[in-house]
């Protein structure tokens, strides 16, 4: 069996903080939390909102070409760059042509192994774990030079420059703390194990960020063309925020937090991650630690076993959710619907100090693409036409289901009803 910490070593490290443990993780984790507090993430807005504006000119070039094309594309595009943008203050500007680091990126998730492939040469490609180190190393040079720059350009005391702190800079500061060090100083040190680690720990907010984020942004258009009276009312309510036919940049620009104002459309995420949650967890069992049966009461022993909770299980029990478990209702999460949502049942971000650190910066994303594109262009999926892009040398023309189609998931392309 492939373990967890074998699949994400290789991408980012063996000391990474989605897989690291105890003391390490803890010290991790705080470096980088201060970066993705809401309050941080909704000062940024202004800063990724031009991404935005790329990401719009992308899907109108489509509109106006009348072509069927890969959302999944255009969406990497976005979310990769908002998260360069948000950590590390850099402009990957994928939009506008090939960059190093995203084409290394592109090149070392289409090594990854495909765990569901039968084919044994795929499985254990010789070649793969050369891959992975080729394209590591670019990867880490990439943003070791970024790093080196922002430590290079780091205010020190009594410099005249003041500029924003990033991420990256936030967790500079924690990480020389740690050894003693202030960052104003002048002669602060950067050991090249924090660099490595640093480094880590960035490769792995792209992974683990981006897909996640872009996957539920084509899920949301599915279940709105799906479902166009939960669009007729996303929309009304953007007219009344926005105004009626006033395209919403301008004034997120001046305001972010007037996309909090969008509540319908807040309810639409909501329910799109219940049905489609794109992250999990997984634990190890411990001897002190029973799961109980609920049918029957039985204590279930953990010990010697990986812990998997299903969130498509847990988020499609009629128990919790009633009959219409498998319905996309947006409606359950306004209230009075809302209110009756047991507290640990709805975990898309999964719950305790190993939550999701990129959540509210995740939030932000899905609320920004809903606010500056529902109103503008009806997307839809076009499965049956998918033959039009053989060929047309993306990673997704040669991987799994994007390949051939939707997949079949709960009854339907992509989707149930
Ligand atoms: C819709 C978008 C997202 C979903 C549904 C999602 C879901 C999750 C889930 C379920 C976990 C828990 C894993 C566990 O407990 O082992 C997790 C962890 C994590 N997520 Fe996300 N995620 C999303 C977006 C993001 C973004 C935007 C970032 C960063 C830019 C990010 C970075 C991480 C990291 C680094 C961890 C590991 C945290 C730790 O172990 O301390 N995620 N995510």
Not at 257 to 272: D, G, L, P, S
Not at 282 to 306: A, N, S, W
Not at 380 to 397: T, Y
Request: aromatic fraction near 10%.
């Amino acid at each position: 069996m492939v373990r967890f910490h074998d699949f994400v070593a290789p991408l980012a490290g063996p000391k990474n903080m989605l897989i690291s443990e105890g003391a390490v993780w803890k010290q991790q984790r705080a470096a980088f939390n201060p970066g993705f507090s809401i309050q941080h993430v909704m000062e940024q807005v202004p800063n990724f909102l031009n991404i935005f504006e790329e990401y719009i000119k992308a899907l109108e070039g489509h509109a106006v070409r009348n072509e069927v094309f890969r959302l999944e594309e255009d969406l990497t595009k976005l979310t990769v760059d908002v998260i360069g943008k948000m950590v590390l203050d850099h402009d990957f500007n994928s939009f506008k042509g090939e960059n190093k680091f995203v084409s290394a990126l592109r090149n070392i998730l289409s090594w990854m192994e495909d765990s569901q492939s039968l084919n044994p040469f795929h499985r254990k490609h010789p070649i793969r774990p050369w891959a992975f180190k080729y394209y590591k190393r670019q990867m880490d040079k990439y943003i070791g030079d970024i790093i080196d720059e922002r430590f290079a350009a780091r205010e020190t005391t009594g410099s005249s420059t003041k500029r924003k702190r990033t991420g990256v800079d936030l967790a500079l500061q924690a990480y020389l703390k740690e050894s003693g060090q202030d960052i104003e100083s002048e002669n602060a040190k950067l050991d090249p194990a924090f660099k490595k680690d640093i480094i880590d720990n960035l490769l792995i907010l792209v992974f683990a960020g981006h897909d996640t984020t872009s996957s539920t942004i084509c899920y949301i258009y599915h279940e709105l063309s799906k479902h166009p009276d939960a669009l007729a009312k996303a929309r009304h309510e953007m007219d009344e925020v926005f105004g009626s036919g006033i395209n919403a940049l301008e004034q997120i620009r001046e305001d972010s937090y007037i996309i909090n104002k969008c509540t319908y459309a807040i309810a639409v995420i909501k329910e799109t991650l219940r049905l489609w949650p794109p992250g999990s967890t997984v634990r190890t069992g411990r001897p002190d630690y029973f799961i109980k049966d609920p049918d029957t009461g039985e204590m279930l022993p953990t010990e010697g076993c990986q812990v998997w909770p299903i969130l498509h299980v847990m988020h499609r029990s009629p128990r919790i959710w009633g009959p219409d478990a498998n319905a996309f209702n947006p409606e359950r999460f306004l209230p009075p619907h809302s209110e009756t949502i047991p507290p640990n049942a709805y975990r898309p971000f999964e719950k305790g100090p190993r939550n999701c650190i990129g959540q509210e910066l995740a939030l932000v994303e899905l609320r920004l693409v809903l606010a500056l594109t529902i109103r503008e262009y009806d997307i839809r999926a076009a499965f049956d036409e998918l033959d039009k892009l053989d060929g047309d040398g993306s990673i997704w023309a040669s991987f799994g289901a994007s390949a051939y189609g939707g997949g079949e998931a709960f009854g339907g392309d992509a989707g149930e009803d």
